[in-house]
């Protein structure tokens, strides 16, 4: 799994739940970040290798394909391949696809959103508007299967949580995010400050989302 990384202090302990997760409904699964926390993927690659793995399979944990999933997921792929000949195959990114929906919906059950009103999904967000279109198409069909209005907004961009949370018939947040981080933090503040609730990072709830994503791979 090749992470983002974050500087909060929880954000390693997010991943090691999904990784515990993952490994334990399928292979041996390792972290690696692309920045701001270790190992990264090289040094896993040289784990890997060192203990006689010729290959292993990468699942970039990103939601949408903004500049870390089109470049840095892949630089870094190729990066450790020619650093250590570990044989590392590339999986598709975790995505938006239907797939999250009933994972999201069940997050925000555990929250205590209610199942009326406004909600809000809460997202990254990146200067890449395509990256932003498929968080807005999964909001619209969170909507449909919700049977209540969810929109997307973002911690970096425009539509923001932050302006978006203080509206009158906003009762609740569905956090787009895999682990905790410093975006999140502000996106809580901002929903505490309105009193509305916010849905937990998903953490280990992606994990058969990641073992579908290898499989993909493998198949």
């Known amino acids: 799994m090749l992470a983002h990384g974050s500087r909060h202090r929880l954000g390693t302990d997010s991943i090691e739940r999904l990784r515990a997760a993952v490994e334990t409904e399928g292979p041996a699964a390792y972290a690696a970040y692309l920045d701001l926390n270790s190992p990264d993927l090289t040094a896993v690659a040289e784990q890997l290798r060192s203990a006689g793995a010729a290959g292993a399979t990468v699942v970039p944990l990103l939601f949408t394909p903004a500049f870390h999933a089109r470049t840095d997921a892949p630089d870094a792929v190729a990066a450790a391949r020619a650093a250590t000949g570990v044989e590392l ?31 809000l999904l809460a997202a990254v967000g990146s200067s890449r508007p395509a990256a932003n279109a498929t968080v807005a198409e999964l909001a619209e069909r ?43 933090d502000k996106i809580a503040t901002a929903a505490a400050d309105n009193g509305v609730p916010l849905s937990a990072p998903l953490e280990d709830r992606l994990a058969p989302l990641v073992l579908a994503r290898a499989a993909d791979v493998r198949h």
Do not use: K, M, Y
């Open 89 to 119: 195959r590339l999986a598709d990114i975790l995505g938006t696809s239907d797939e999250l929906i009933p994972i999201l919906l069940q997050a925000a059950a555990d929250a205590g959103l209610p199942d009326t009103g406004d909600v």
């Open 142 to 184: 969170l909507s449909a299967v919700r049977g209540a209005p969810v929109r997307a907004a973002f911690a970096t961009c425009e539509p923001r949580v932050v302006d978006l949370v203080a509206g009158p018939d906003v009762v609740g947040l569905i956090a787009l995010f895999v682990g905790h981080g410093l975006l999140l």
